[in-house]
């Protein structure tokens, strides 16, 4: 009985540990495109707030817009002004 009070610890701290380690593997396998993904996307926060201010497009601040540049970046800063200077709004 105390043998298998002791094995199940283990076990059970070796199921935490492989875990553990299996999260680590997938933050360093895919860090680089997360931390590309984030960059971009505050990178199209700040681009999509300095063209408004500075070319007074007029392009509203709604929940829509902010989403789909954070989701996009960059590129969808670039659709949203485009679809802005042909009158579409989004």
Same mark, same amino acid.
């Given at each position: 009985?105390?043998?298998?009070?002791?094995?199940?610890?283990?076990?059970?701290?070796?199921?935490?540990?492989?875990?553990?380690?299996?999260?680590?593997?997938?933050?360093?396998?895919?860090?680089?495109?997360?931390?590309?993904l984030v *960059?971009?996307?505050?990178? !199209? =926060?700040? &681009?999509?707030?300095?063209?408004?201010?500075?070319?007074? #497009? /007029? +392009?509203?601040?709604?929940?829509?817009?902010?989403? *789909?540049?954070?989701?996009? !970046? =960059?590129? &969808?800063?670039?659709?949203?002004?485009?679809?802005?200077? #042909? /009158? +579409?709004?989004?």
């Amino acid at each position: 009985m105390l043998l298998d009070l002791i094995f199940g610890y283990a076990v059970s701290e070796l199921v935490v540990i492989l875990a553990f380690l299996l999260i680590l593997f997938i933050i360093f396998k895919f860090g680089n495109l997360i931390l590309g993904l984030v *960059v971009n996307s505050i990178l !199209g =926060l700040i &681009a999509i707030y300095l063209v408004n201010v500075i070319f007074s #497009l /007029g +392009i509203t601040y709604d929940w829509v817009t902010w989403i *789909v540049v954070a989701l996009f !970046g =960059l590129p &969808a800063v670039a659709v949203i002004i485009i679809l802005k200077l #042909l /009158g +579409i709004s989004i």
